[in-house]
């Protein structure tokens, strides 16, 4: 049999058009499963339960694919999932037709090849857009992933360690901080406090003045 499915991210938005759309060919109300839930969490109920309801032999409709999964990626892995069961997808408005229900419709296949391609495309994509941000990031000399979280006191210590001449290998033995966590961590040494009365190489009236 036909099962429904339709959702709207928010509970202000209507179902009517997809409900509308569902009904139209077809599905009576009884097997519209409904969420009005953000593509992007995972917790759609009503999802959930249509997924568990279809059997082998059963289609899945819906208006667009976008409907099923947060991305591309996962919209077709569950098409997959769900034809390894005998369960088949199809959707009503998208410009390319999916119906996984039919194997032996060439263009139906074809349909869901696209949808591999466009979902291997999104994570390419994905891909470069973090790699380009990890590459602005470190060029403007910020640190990126996740922070480490070092107690305050060991690193104070250290720096006590690193100002009394202790060597790195010695501070890491002592405090038990990683290397590269102290390089990075370590606030820099502080520059040494240059007056006249230490003698600024710099400044020529200190000579004037000996003289």
């Known amino acids: 049999m036909d099962l429904g499915y339709a959702r709207v991210s928010t509970v202000k938005?209507?179902?009517?058009?997809?409900?509308?759309?569902?009904?139209?060919?077809?599905?009576?109300?009884?097997?519209?499963?409904?969420?009005?839930?953000?593509?992007?969490?995972?917790d759609r109920p009503g999802l959930r339960e249509v997924v568990a309801y279809a059997r082998?032999?059963?289609?899945?409709?819906?208006?667009?694919?976008?409907r099923l999964g947060r991305?591309?990626?996962?919209?077709?892995?569950?098409?997959?999932?769900l034809a390894e069961r005998g369960v088949g997808v199809r959707n009503l408005a998208d410009p390319i037709k999916v119906d996984s229900?039919?194997?032996d419709d060439p263009m139906a296949q074809?349909?869901?090849?696209?949808?591999?391609?466009?979902?291997?495309?999104?994570?390419?994509?994905?891909?470069?857009?973090?790699a380009h941000a990890r590459a602005v990031a470190t060029?403007?000399?910020?640190?990126?992933?996740?922070?480490?979280?070092?107690?305050p006191?060991?690193?104070?210590?250290?720096?006590?360690l690193r100002d009394s001449g202790e060597?790195?290998?010695e501070i890491v033995a002592k405090t038990g901080i990683a290397r590269s966590s102290l390089y990075r961590h370590l606030p820099p040494r502080a520059a040494p406090t240059v007056t006249a009365a230490a003698g600024d190489p710099g400044d020529s009236r200190l000579d004037q003045d000996a003289g």
């Open 110 to 130: 074809l349909a869901v090849v696209l949808l591999a391609l466009f979902g291997q495309m999104e994570r390419t994509y994905a891909m470069e857009r973090a």
């Open 71 to 81: 991305t591309v990626r996962d919209t077709l892995n569950l098409i997959h999932e």
């Open 153 to 160: 006191a060991k690193l104070s210590y250290a720096a006590h």
């Open 13 to 42: 938005q209507d179902l009517d058009r997809q409900i509308d759309a569902l009904t139209a060919t077809g599905i009576p109300p009884e097997r519209i499963y409904l969420d009005k839930k953000s593509g992007a969490t995972t």
């Open 56 to 66: 082998d032999g059963d289609v899945i409709v819906v208006h667009t694919l976008d």
């Open 101 to 103: 229900s039919n194997p």
């Open 167 to 169: 060597t790195i290998a």
């Open 139 to 151: 060029a403007k000399g910020r640190r990126i992933g996740r922070p480490v979280l070092i107690d």
